[in-house]
């Protein structure tokens, strides 16, 4: 009897670890094969879902698939989210697609429409103008925003010529004249240059109507706007300052009035005037107006103003600048979003010297919880960049034993692919109890060996 029963014992034994074995071989199933069959095979609402990670993560892996469904699918719903996929990968297999619906828009859904609008606007499909302005010339009002959001981008000179028509209309409404010049500003085609000057120095004409007027006409190239730029600077709207800085940043090599007018919006009573000050200077590196910069930096009270002066000190980067990042980084003293903005300024441009500053206060967050939120900020800036000399900070993500940050490592990692740290991934991906970064796991070790 003893036997008999030791031999079931022996037999159960045997069977249980075969069903284990069995459940673990299915929890194997490639990550990358259960996205695949969601799109192939899932439910509208599955199929939608992965779709907005696939954009969120601009995850172009299942694009041919994903084509491969716009083109078998009836559902409207799970095309515009493809249609919103590519767009947001910019990727034009659709326009063929797209621009045969325009042709004949009427009888599809206006959301549809609209997005695909959207679509051929933002990768620019020229092929799709005739059809756009078709749409501004018929009588439905379903999708007349779209279209003209769609020919600023997209349009040339008969579309110009069309929307400088229309704002002759005195009758419009403000909205409508408003759009309307958004989109004429947008086309800058030369041949609108008067107009567009007209517009931007009639003290009768709405502000945005001007403004849009102003920023077209300035990005001509046309020198002589120059004076009128200079004349509206001293304007007590700060929208049209905003607007005249932007445009004299088109001439700022050209005339000695220029720089000094820019300098002078660092300090102007209204935020957006000094916002669009320290872009320009960005943008254009211009390095004398560094200490003006660091003086923002330190004392504006708007923290959207402060935060991009520390990306316009980290694009001119010089010493000075090195020094003043780095006093951020490490200032214990200082809010953890003002230090993780530094980071993220650092990284964006490239501030080789104040990479080791980054690097020692990441450890440092790493070994205190009380700096949690400060390590999750600088994780995720690293995970946005390949960075080879952060590798030892990947590690020491990955070896934590907080959920968030391991799975910010695996982020890093798949950008970074560390050769020496995929055994460490390998050994999460095999960890029951890793939970949630798992399975994170074993897709970043698909996508690295892919």
């Known amino acids: 009897m003893k036997k008999i029963f030791c031999s079931l014992m022996i037999l159960f034994c045997f069977l249980f ?70 767009t947001e990968l910019k990727d034009d297999r659709l326009k063929d697609s797209c621009v ?50 769609a020919v600023g981008k997209i349009g040339g000179v008969e579309e110009a ?60 190239g046309n020198e002589d706007i120059i004076p009128v730029l200079v004349d509206l600077f001293s304007h007590q709207e700060p ?19 220029v720089v000094p007018i820019i300098l002078d919006g660092l300090k102007d009573n209204h935020a957006s005037v000094r916002l669009k000050a320290a872009e320009i200077v960005k943008e254009k590196q211009i390095e004398i107006a560094l200490p003006y910069l660091i003086y923002r930096a330190k004392n504006d009270s708007d923290k ?19 020094e003043f990042l780095d006093s951020i980084i490490k200032n214990k003293k200082l809010n953890e979003t003002a230090r993780a903005k530094a980071v993220e300024s650092v990284l964006e441009f490239k501030v080789l010297d104040s990479y080791d500053a980054i690097i020692e206060v990441a450890l440092t967050s790493l070994k205190d919880d009380k700096l949690k939120n400060l390590r999750y900020a600088i994780g995720k800036a690293i ?22 940050t391991k799975g910010t490592g695996l982020d890093i990692m798949t950008k970074n692919k560390y050769s020496s ?10 960890d029951k109890k890793a939970g949630v970064n798992q399975s994170k796991a074993k897709l970043v070790l698909e996508k690295i060996n892919k």
């Open 161 to 220: 010529k069309y929307l400088v028509e229309c704002l002759e209309n005195e009758d419009l409404p403000l909205a409508r004249r408003q759009a309307l010049m958004r989109a004429l500003g947008q086309l800058k085609v030369v041949e609108t240059y008067d107009d567009l000057v007209e517009i931007a120095e009639d003290e009768d004409e709405n502000t945005f109507v001007r403004v849009y007027a102003l920023e077209a006409a300035s990005s001509m």
């Open 100 to 149: 045969e619906i325009l042709m004949d828009p009427y009888e599809e859904k206006p959301s549809y429409v609209s997005m695909i609008l959207q679509y051929v606007s933002t990768l620019e499909i020229k092929e799709a103008s005739p059809y756009v302005l078709q749409i501004l010339q018929s009588d439905s009002e379903d999708f007349y925003d779209s279209a003209l959001n």
């Open 421 to 430: 740290l995929i055994p460490k991934v390998q050994e999460i991906s095999e």
């Open 17 to 86: 670890v075969f069903a284990d074995e069995k459940s673990d071989e299915e929890k194997t199933e490639s990550e990358i094969q259960k996205r695949q069959d969601t799109i192939m095979y899932g439910m509208e609402s599955d199929v939608i879902s992965l779709l907005t990670t696939l954009t969120t993560e601009k995850d172009d892996m299942f694009s041919n698939k994903i084509f491969e469904l716009f083109n078998t699918t009836r559902n409207v719903n799970v095309k515009e989210n493809i249609i919103k996929y590519f």
């Open 304 to 322: 959207k103003i402060v935060y991009e002066c520390y990306n316009a000190i980290a694009k001119i980067n010089t010493q000075e600048s090195v």
């Open 239 to 257: 929208r049209l300052r905003v607007a005249v800085i932007q445009g004299l940043s088109n001439f700022y090599l050209v005339s000695e009035e």
């Open 383 to 404: 995970a946005k960049h390949e960075l080879p000399m952060f590798e030892s900070v990947c590690l020491e993500f990955l070896n934590h034993k907080d959920v968030a």
